[in-house]
């Protein structure tokens, strides 16, 4: 089964997909960095996801690209 990524760019997009608990993809110069987890902070400078119990992960919003991985 095919997967569709939506790009989060945006405070709303971002605040959605934590809203759902959608699973993230992140790129940082173009190499996927993380994969999995779902958001459960974010601000203007950071995204925190997390991927387990004790897992999280912080991420620059300036330097990374959030995906919202969907299944069709």
């Known amino acids: 089964m095919p997967a569709v990524n939506r790009r989060l760019d945006t405070d709303s997009d971002l605040q959605d997909a934590m809203d759902r608990q959608i699973g993230i993809r992140v790129f940082e110069h173009g190499h996927i ?6 958001i459960v902070r974010f601000d203007d400078r950071t995204v925190v996801i997390q991927a387990g119990v004790s897992d999280l992960s912080y991420f620059s919003r300036a330097d990374c690209e959030f995906f919202e991985l969907k299944r069709r």
């Not at 960095?33 to 779902?38: K, L, R």
């Open 33 to 38: 960095v993380h994969s999995g987890g779902a």
